[in-house]
């Protein structure tokens, strides 16, 4: 396991989660896949490289919000793809990562759980918190 995919484990401990992805910014309009947690390996093909707006992840980044799906098994919600159903998630929440500037999309952190959920603005807030740290991490160099 990547320490990147140790302090990713620490979050999904953190959040009451059991999958969850980091997605790093490239270009400005793609996302490249930089650690997962409890996706299957079915899918790494499929999230390694993701374009602003297609997908959970990617519809954070272009929207600049929170993109949440309460049941991602009954629901794509227009957003998520088929192939989504495979993590077996349901309850799943992609927050932006933002550059200090606060402008700049630096990329995204996902996180699911296996039942249903509606994520609060307290979880919210808290992965957007775990989102400030990676952050600072990329900006310092890492």
């Not at 400005?28 to 997962?36: K, P, R, S, T």
């Not at 490289?49 to 629901?75: M, S, W, Y």
Request: aromatic share 4%; glycine share 14%.
């Amino acid at each position: 396991m990547s320490d990147r995919e140790t302090w990713l484990a620490g979050v999904l401990a953190g959040m009451n989660c059991v999958t969850g992805t980091v997605h790093r910014a490239v270009g400005g309009d793609w996302l490249e896949l930089e650690a997962a947690v409890g996706i299957p390996e079915a899918l790494m093909p499929v999230i390694g490289r993701i374009p602003f707006g297609k997908g959970i992840a990617g519809a954070a980044a272009a929207t600049r919000e929170p993109v949440e799906l309460c049941n991602l098994q009954q629901d794509l919600g227009g957003v998520a793809k088929e192939g989504a159903r495979q993590t077996q998630v349901s309850g799943s929440l992609a927050v932006p990562v933002f550059a200090r500037d606060g402008k700049e999309i630096l990329g995204t952190l996902g996180v699911g759980m296996r039942e249903p959920h509606d994520f609060s603005d307290a979880e919210k807030l808290r992965l957007a918190g775990f989102a400030e740290e990676l952050a600072r991490v990329w900006e310092s160099g890492d």
